[in-house]
C-alpha cells in the first residue's frame, strides 16, 4: 500500500490488478504536480470537473469533494478507482465513472487530463471533449517527459486551443490549454480500417492495440492456432480487436469463443468485427473485464493469449503473468493455454514454473509461440 498526500490529506491508494508484492506505485509525478500546482490556485473550488485517463484514481480520490466525473477506457481504472475510493472512507460510487466508448455529462470548466500511450486515443479524446468544455474551460495535462511526444501538445494547440507548457518537475510536465470554441473539427477520430490476406476485414476503435496494422506477434499466432471440427470452449484474453478468436472461430466450426479485453473501446471493435462476419453470440462473445476470476473454474479446452506488455506507459511482463496464472484456473483438466511471446520475454521459463510443462510450437527469429496443458488437478 502507498501513501500519496494531498494538502493536509494522506490517501491510501493501490494499483489494479492487485498483486501481493507490488513494486509499482499507483500514482505518478504527473499526478503530483497536477494537485500541487491546484493547490497553488484553488480556482478548482465550484468548477464543474472532469478528469480523464486517471489510472488507478489517485486524482480521483484527491479530489472527490469537487464530485469529478472521471473518464477513461480502462476497465483496471474503474476497479482502481472504486477500490481507492472506498479504501480512503469515501462511496465507491462517488465518483462516476464513464468508459471511453460513451460521454461524460458536461459542461465542464475545469478538464485534468493524464497523456495516454495512444496519439489516435489522444486525439479521439480531445475531439470528443470539445462538445463538453464550457466557454472559457482551462485543460490541465500531466504527463511524464519520457512518455509525452512533441506530436501531444501539437495535438492540444490545434484541438483544444492555445495552450503552454510549465517547467518539467520530477521527471514530469504539464501543459495548460485553454478552450477555443471557433475551431472547426470532426466530432472524433474514425476507426481505422484494414483487411488481413484471407479476407477478414477489421475496424479499429481508437484506442484498440495495434490500430492500424496487424502485430506481428498476432500475425505468427494467427499462423499457428488450431484448426478441428471438434467442439470448443475457448477463452481469448486480452482480444483487443477480437481478431485471433475471429479467426480462430472461422477455421473451427463448432468452437465457442468468449474474448475478453480491459479496454472498452477493444471490445466495441471486436463485436463491429463478429457482426461483419455474421457471427452471432452462439458463436462468439465479447465481455470487458480486467481479468478472468469472474470465469467459472475449469470451464475452457483452450485459452489463446498475445499478452500486453505494458499497462498504461508502464512496461513490464506483471499483465502478462497474471493472466498465465489466471487461465490455470479456468482451463479443463487437458486444456491448453496457446501464447506468443517476444523470445527475449523468457515467457516459456513462467509457463514451464506455473503448468509443470512447456512446449515450442514455432519460432523464428523474434517471436515464439508456446503451449502448457493442465496436466494436474488445478491448484
Ligand atoms: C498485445 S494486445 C493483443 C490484442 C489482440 N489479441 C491481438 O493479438 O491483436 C493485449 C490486449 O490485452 C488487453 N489487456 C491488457 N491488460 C488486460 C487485463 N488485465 N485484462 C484483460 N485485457 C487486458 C489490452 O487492452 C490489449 O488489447
Known amino acids: 500500500m502507498e501513501n500519496l498526500t494531498f494538502g493536509n490529506r494522506i490517501m491510501e491508494l493501490r494499483r489494479f490488478p492487485m498483486r501481493e508484492k507490488e513494486s509499482l506505485r499507483p500514482w505518478d509525478a504527473a499526478d503530483e504536480y497536477i494537485l500541487n500546482t491546484l493547490l497553488e490556485e484553488p480556482a478548482a473550488d465550484g468548477c464543474r470537473l472532469l478528469i ?12 472527490n469533494h469537487l464530485r469529478p466525473q472521471l473518464w477513461s477506457d480502462s476497465f483496471l481504472a474503474s476497479e482502481g478507482l472504486s477500490h481507492n475510493l472506498d479504501l480512503n472512507g469515501f462511496d465507491p460510487d462517488s465518483v462516476p465513472f464513464v468508459p471511453a466508448d460513451r460521454l461524460p455529462n458536461g459542461p465542464f470548466d475545469l478538464v485534468l487530463m493524464k497523456m495516454p500511450k495512444s496519439m489516435a486515443f ?72 484494414y483487411t488481413l490476406d484471407g479476407g477478414l476485414e477489421l475496424s479499429n476503435g481508437p484506442n484498440v492495440f495495434s490500430r492500424d496494422h496487424l502485430d506481428v ?10 484448426q478441428t471440427e471438434e467442439p470448443l470452449q475457448v477463452l481469448d484474453i486480452g482480444s483487443g480487436n477480437g481478431v485471433l478468436g475471429l479467426a480462430l472461430a472461422q477455421q473451427c466450426p463448432k468452437a465457442f469463443v468468449l474474448g475478453v479485453d480491459e479496454s472498452y473501446q477493444a ?34 479446452d483452450l485459452a489463446i493469449c498475445n499478452p500486453p506488455f505494458h499497462q498504461a506507459q508502464v512496461v513490464g511482463d506483471q499483465i502478462a503473468w497474471g493472466m498465465f496464472h489466471q487461465s490455470r484456473r479456468i482451463l479443463k483438466k487437458g486444456g491448453k493455454l496457446l501464447i506468443v511471446g517476444n523470445r527475449h520475454l523468457g515467457y516459456h521459463v513462467k509457463l514451464q514454473r506455473l503448468f509443470g510443462n512447456c512446449r515450442v510450437v514455432a519460432s523464428d527469429r523474434k517471436f515464439v509461440v508456446l503451449e502448457s496443458w493442465l496436466a494436474g488437478l488445478v491448484g
Open 52 to 63: 480523464i485517463n486517471d489510472n488507478f484514481g489517485a486524482l480521483s480520490v484527491a479530489l
Open 122 to 193: 489522444w486525439e479521439d479524446t480531445l475531439l470528443r471533449l470539445r462538445p463538453l468544455l464550457s466557454e472559457g474551460a482551462r485543460i490541465i495535462t500531466g504527463g511524464m517527459i519520457k512518455h509525452s511526444p512533441a506530436r501531444a501538445y501539437e495535438l492540444l494547440e490545434t484541438i483544444i486551443g492555445p495552450t503552454k507548457t510549465g517547467l518539467g518537475r520530477k521527471k514530469a510536465r504539464l501543459a495548460f490549454s485553454t478552450f477555443d470554441p471557433e475551431l472547426s473539427l470532426p466530432a472524433s477520430l474514425p476507426d481505422y480500417i
Open 217 to 226: 506477434g498476432t500475425r505468427f499466432l494467427l499462423n499457428n492456432l488450431p
Open 267 to 300: 471490445v466495441v471493435s471486436s463485436r463491429i468485427n463478429a457482426a461483419k462476419l455474421g457471427m452471432g453470440e452462439d458463436r462468439i462473445k465479447f465481455q470487458v473485464n480486467g481479468g478472468l476470476q469472474v470465469l467459472p473454474a475449469g470451464s475452457f
